[in-house]
Antibody, heavy 121, light 107 residues
């Protein structure tokens, strides 16, 4: 069974930075694109970013473009989200999700348990 | 960006009831639509992909239909474990966008 475990969330001040990680196991990590999706408290789902299986293609929501960077280390089976210039509206649970194919198709068939990021002074 | 309008935002139904949720896209997305279930405090779970295909292991009481701009998600006979929020999501174009969600409660 696919396992995705996020870490790195926490409390950060506005303008600060945080790096999230997602450790993957029980599947061939490099064969699948990966996504980050977030959910603000009591709100719906918002796609944040995606990366192809080889890491060569990345895509971002306008709300995070220029501030967040998605990356992956296929040798470590780990997905990352570097978040800079954080704002209050970035407060959310961040989920990593496995795509169904190596290119970004954006059907997430497996999800991590999520990690909470709180941006507050 | 493609806007996904989901309705109703919430509903209350009894065990055994047929439940229907609709999702409308702001432009033609062919059949590039997924349905997810999210229980409180849990990650979403993929139920339906490509508008009408049931994900492996998902009970057959769940179904999806539609193409173009209008889609429907149905639970044929509501069970207590189906209490959750359901989201549609388009993947025709980036950015991916989700509907606002439908919270299904037990009457």
């Amino acid at each position: 069974e696919v396992q995705l475990v996020e870490s790195g969330g926490g409390l950060v001040h506005p303008g600060g930075s945080l790096r999230l990680s997602c450790a993957a196991s029980e599947f061939t990590f490099s064969s699948y694109a990966m996504n980050w999706v977030r959910q603000a408290p009591g709100k719906g789902l918002e796609w944040v970013a995606a990366i192809s299986g080889d890491g060569g293609s990345t895509y971002y929501a306008d709300s995070v473009k220029g501030r967040f960077t998605i990356s992956r280390d296929n040798s470590k089976n780990t997905l990352y989200l570097q978040m800079n210039s954080l704002r209050g509206e970035d407060t959310a649970v961040y989920y990593c999700g496995k795509d169904i194919v190596v290119v970004v198709a954006a059907t997430v068939d497996s999800w991590g348990q999520g990690t909470l990021v709180t941006v507050s002074s | 960006d493609i806007q996904m309008t989901q309705s109703p935002s919430s509903l209350s139904a009894s065990v055994g009831d047929r439940v229907t949720i609709t999702c409308q896209a702001s432009q033609d997305i062919s059949n590039f639509l997924n349905w997810y279930q999210q229980k409180p405090g849990k990650a979403p779970k993929l139920l339906i992909y490509d508008a009408s295909y049931l994900e492996t292991g998902v009970p057959t009481r769940f179904s999806g239909s539609g193409s173009g701009t209008d889609f429907t998600f149905t639970i044929s006979s509501l069970q207590p474990e189906d209490i959750a929020t359901y989201y549609c999501q388009q993947y025709d174009n980036l950015p991916l966008t989700f509907g606002g969600g439908t919270k299904v409660e037990m009457k």
